[in-house]
Structure formats: structure tokens, C-alpha cells
């Protein structure tokens, strides 16, 4: 096990209702908030109107921001810290799923740096501080409202590339999993597919003697597998929400990878998916990592049989140990086609002619992966694994 520090001041307030303290805890950071949402269904469910009258009642007032997309755009990062600039707005108020949360820590970053944001996002320069960020949260996916990463695209070069640095994490996150009752079951198998990914990021690694932190991660695997099939067959079983929605948040919180280092190999290639193409991240996640465990499986087979036979439930061939760990897969692939979620680049609407291109955007910064470090022709070779 590696050393490690593990901080995270994020308060959570998880319930019925718990959208309803989101003027107390906000009047606690600063007097005038930026809202900041994506499209209308926050509006249509009355939840914006909700969140509205908590801060009006705390005495705060707000400017709104909403037009979050999917895979979240930098030109509406640098509208929103013209904006929070403007109306000397103290504190981001994220209202959605990941691609709002972490648009709200973009502009966080951005409002206090005298200097273009994408400067953090492209490694040319190091924050020194940010606004304060709270959450309500709506799409259980992503897990950013405990993290310390944003992930933004720029649209220029249609690059997409995260900022990770604990002062991104959250002050304060309202969970509620009632608000994920009317997600559409697409949102709902995506934001499953990656919460399961940010586990899976962690457990493949190379360091040992992480005992504790290999049970956790399989417990919290083996959850989200079971509770996802429960939540699309019965969209308000407030239990199965429950689980996958306290599941993402702690995939990526960071409890999850303390003394561990993990592998992120596959969210690369994938981001570059989802870049040039703006196919939800969670579908593209489902393609690429069966595809990135057969390619790097040889590395550590006990490993990838352990994950088999503790989260996949196949049984233990100690003659074969690969056997068992390609059962694994191959249950994996299952349970993923069984929920709806893509397993080739035709599902995912991807044409083939740009494969070369991601290839060596994934890696212009160095191999990407740490379990298994990959060039531009091993990712190439997992992207064509996907045809």
C-alpha cells in the first residue's frame, strides 16, 4: 500500500427533501449565487423553482446561467466567469448531473485567474484558488460532486481534458434520489456505466497489499451491477436509486484509490470519443473498457481473474487462471449488453475514419495509463478492437 493524505470537505446531505437546504448552506459561503443548470427538465419538474425559493428564503440572490451540454463546452465556462465577474457572484450552484457540475468548477476556476481557464485544462498553469462550488445533484453518474476534477471540451481542436486539484471539491452536495426518478433510462444506464468505470479505473493497478480497498471497490461494483437492472425495470424504487446514487458518489471520491494508484487509461481514449463525436461519456466507457481489458489482460491475469471471480461471481479455475478472467469479461460484456448499453463503435454512431486522429490526441501529453502504460498504436489498437 502507498502512503497517501485523503482529504474531502465536501458536506453531504443525503435524503428526501435535500434539496431544500440549498439556501442554508449556500448563505454560509457567500450573498449572491450563480445558478447554474443545463436544459428545461430542471425547470419542468419544478426543482429550479425549488431551489429558487430555498435561496430566496436564506436572503441570497441569484443569476442564472442554464445551456449546460453533454460533455460540457468551454465557450459557456468563459460566458459564466464573464458573468460571475459581472454580478460579483461569490459562490456556483451547480443544479444537474456531471457535465453541469463540472462546468460550475470551471467557471469557479476561472473567476478569480487573470489568464484564459483552458490554461488549467492544458497544464500550462496551477491554480491558486477558485469560488466556491455547491451541488444539487440530479444525475447520479459522474461523482463530481465529491471529486477535485472538471472535465471540459474546447471547442477549438475539439479537445477534451480534465483538471483535477482538491480546491475543485465541492463545499456542499444535496442528494436526493427522488430527482432521479424521471431521469430517461439512457441517462439512467450511462450514469451507471460510469460510475462502474470510475471503480474499475481503480482497482486495476499495480500496487499490492490494498486489501481493504479492493473489497470496497468490489462491494461498490457488485452494488451498481445489481441495482441497475432494479432502477430501469422501476424507475422510482427509491432503494435502487439510493444505491447507485450513494455508489457514484463514493466511485469517485476518492476513498476508493487511497494507497492505490490507478490506471484512467480507458477515460483517455474515451474522452477522445466523446470529443469529436459527443457520444455520452458512460456509452463510450461501456465500449472501450471490455475492449481495454482483453488488450492489457496478460499484464496481471490473477488480477483480472480475482476481479471475475469477487465481483463477477464466475467461478475459480486455479489451472486456468486466464479462463476465469476472460469469463469475467465476457459476464461483464453481458451484463452490459443486458442493460442496453453499446459494446462497438457502430452503436455508438462512430464512424472509422477518424481512429488515427484520437489515437494521437489520447497520447500528446505521454502514454496514458498507469496500470498498463499505452502509446498511440496500443490505443489505436483498442479503438480498432471496437469496429
Known amino acids: 500500500m502507498r502512503d497517501f493524505t485523503y482529504e474531502n470537505p465536501t458536506k453531504i446531505v443525503f435524503g428526501r427533501g435535500a434539496e431544500l437546504a440549498a439556501g442554508a448552506e449556500a448563505a454560509r459561503l457567500a450573498k449572491k449565487v450563480l445558478l447554474h443548470y443545463g436544459g428545461g427538465s430542471v425547470k419542468r419538474s419544478g426543482l429550479l423553482d425549488r431551489i429558487r425559493g430555498s435561496l430566496e428564503e436564506a436572503g441570497l440572490t441569484a443569476v442564472e446561467l442554464g445551456g449546460v451540454q453533454p460533455n460540457p ?16 457572484a461569490g459562490l456556483i450552484l451547480a443544479v444537474g448531473g456531471g457535465s453541469v457540475i463540472d462546468s460550475a468548477k470551471g467557471i469557479a476556476l476561472g473567476v478569480p485567474y487573470d489568464g484564459p481557464v483552458w490554461n488549467f485544462y492544458d497544464e500550462t498553469a496551477v491554480p491558486e484558488k477558485a469560488l466556491p462550488v455547491g451541488v444539487v445533484l440530479t444525475i447520479p453518474a459522474a461523482g463530481s460532486e465529491t471529486s477535485p476534477t472538471s472535465v471540459v471540451t474546447n471547442e477549438k481542436g475539439w ?6 486539484g482538491t480546491i475543485l471539491r465541492p463545499r456542499f452536495a444535496l442528494l436526493n434520489p427522488e430527482l432521479t426518478f424521471s431521469l430517461p433510462a439512457d441517462q439512467t444506464r450511462y450514469g451507471a456505466m460510469d460510475m462502474l468505470a470510475h471503480v474499475l479505473e ?5 500496487d499490492r497489499d490494498v486489501e481493504l480497498t479492493d473489497r470496497l471497490c468490489e462491494a461498490t461494483m457488485k452494488t451498481i451491477l445489481a441495482n441497475l437492472p432494479r432502477a430501469l425495470a422501476k424507475p422510482d424504487d427509491y432503494a435502487a436509486r439510493a444505491e447507485l446514487m450513494w455508489s457514484a458518489t463514493n466511485a469517485h471520491s476518492g476513498i476508493l484509490d487511497t494507497g492505490r494508484l490507478g490506471d484512467w487509461g480507458s477515460h483517455k ?3 477522445e470519443l466523446s470529443a469529436i463525436y459527443d457520444v455520452p461519456h458512460g456509452a463510450g466507457l461501456a465500449a472501450v473498457f471490455p475492449a481495454w481489458m482483453r488488450f492489457v489482460l496478460s499484464h496481471d491475469v490473477p488480477r483480472f481473474a480475482q476481479f471475475a471471480h469477487r465481483v463477477m461471481d464466475a467461478d475459480m479455475n486455479p489451472f486456468d487462471l486466464e479462463d476465469t478472467a476472460l469469463e469475467g469479461i465476457r ?8 442493460c442496453g448499453l453499446p459494446l462497438t463503435l457502430t452503436e ?9 486522429e484520437m489515437a494521437a490526441k489520447a497520447v500528446e501529453k505521454g502514454p496514458v495509463g498507469a496500470f498498463v502504460p499505452l502509446g498511440k498504436d496500443e490505443v489505436l489498437a483498442i479503438l480498432n478492437a471496437l469496429r
Open 202 to 206: 481503480r482497482y486495476f493497478t499495480n
Open 159 to 164: 479537445y477534451k481534458r480534465s483538471y483535477k
Open 269 to 271: 481514449i474515451e474522452h
Open 331 to 338: 459476464r461483464l460484456e453481458a451484463w452490459i449488453r443486458a
Open 73 to 88: 463546452r468551454l465557450s459557456l465556462v468563459e460566458e459564466g466567469i464573464a458573468l460571475c465577474r459581472r454580478e460579483s
Open 348 to 356: 455508438l454512431g462512430v464512424p472509422t475514419d477518424r481512429l488515427e
